[in-house]
T-cell receptor
Framework: GESVGLHLPTLSVQEGDNSIINCAYSNSASDYFIWYKQESGKGPQFIIDIRSNMDKRQGQRVTVLLNKTVKHLSLQIAATQPGDSAVYFC?????????????FGAGTQVVVTP | NAGVTQTPKFRVLKTGQSMTLLCAQDMNHEYMYWYRQDPGMGLRLIHYSVGEGTTAKGEVPDGYNVSRLKKQNFLLGLESAAPSQTSVYFCASNHRIDEQYFGPGTRLTVT
């Protein structure tokens, strides 16, 4: 997973541009991945998920890409808006035996500038 | 539907005091979870439950206890609070094959 520290990686994006948030996961046996968005003072909100038998999944303005070869996950946000400013977490489900016991990365702070 | 609710929203404890955090969900979910989130870090699983009357330890269970007497409620207890337990606590729930739905969090400060 991502390295843990007191200072989150920050992605500064201009409004209207596309954002790409990256996540390296740790367990090659993980079969399910989720992206969450967390706004200040709130709980995480589900954005999109992907299973290990897929390499791409699209939602509304968001796309998740999965590269199992290098254990890498990315979230692309099209036409980033001010409301997209938040901390974004990736999470992995390590094995089918522990379904629901997600492991979260440290998160990436996205700041949308006008 | 209210989704996942947590009480209280804020609490300040002195070292050694005890308290219980309540989580309630109205989605008929089987699985429920308690996480803690510290500044600049992701969520860490404290305890979880796969059904009424069952509980299990997560990644950081020491100093916490839980109970799931009713399917819709999941309680997190701190018997003797320590400053290291200062954190934001999140409850979540889901069906087994589903994303987790999170509550708004409880901000706990232990002095």
């Amino acid at each position: 997973g991502e390295s843990v520290g007191l200072h989150l990686p920050t992605l500064s994006v201009q409004e209207g541009d596309n954002s790409i948030i990256n996540c390296a996961y740790s367990n090659s046996a993980s079969d399910y991945f989720i992206w969450y968005k967390q706004e200040s003072g709130k709980g995480p909100q589900f954005i999109i998920d992907i299973r290990s038998n897929m390499d791409k999944r699209q939602g509304q303005r968001v796309t998740v890409l999965l590269n199992k070869t290098v254990k890498h996950l990315s979230l692309q946000i099209a036409a980033t808006q001010p409301g997209d400013s938040a901390v974004y977490f990736c999470a992995e489900n390590p094995t089918t035996d522990s379904w629901g016991k997600l492991q979260f990365g440290a998160g990436t702070q996205v700041v949308v500038t006008p | 539907n209210a989704g996942v609710t947590q009480t209280p929203k804020f609490r300040v404890l002195k070292t050694g005091q005890s308290m219980t955090l309540l989580c309630a969900q109205d989605m008929n979910h089987e699985y429920m979870y308690w996480y803690r989130q510290d500044p600049g870090m992701g969520l860490r699983l404290i305890h979880y439950s796969v059904g009424e009357g069952t509980t299990a330890k997560g990644e950081v269970p020491d100093g916490y206890n839980v109970s799931r007497l009713k399917k819709q409620n999941f309680l997190l207890g701190l018997e003797s609070a320590a400053p290291s337990q200062t954190s934001v606590y999140f409850c979540a729930s889901n069906h087994r094959i589903d994303e987790q739905y999170f509550g708004p969090g409880t901000r706990l400060t232990v002095t």
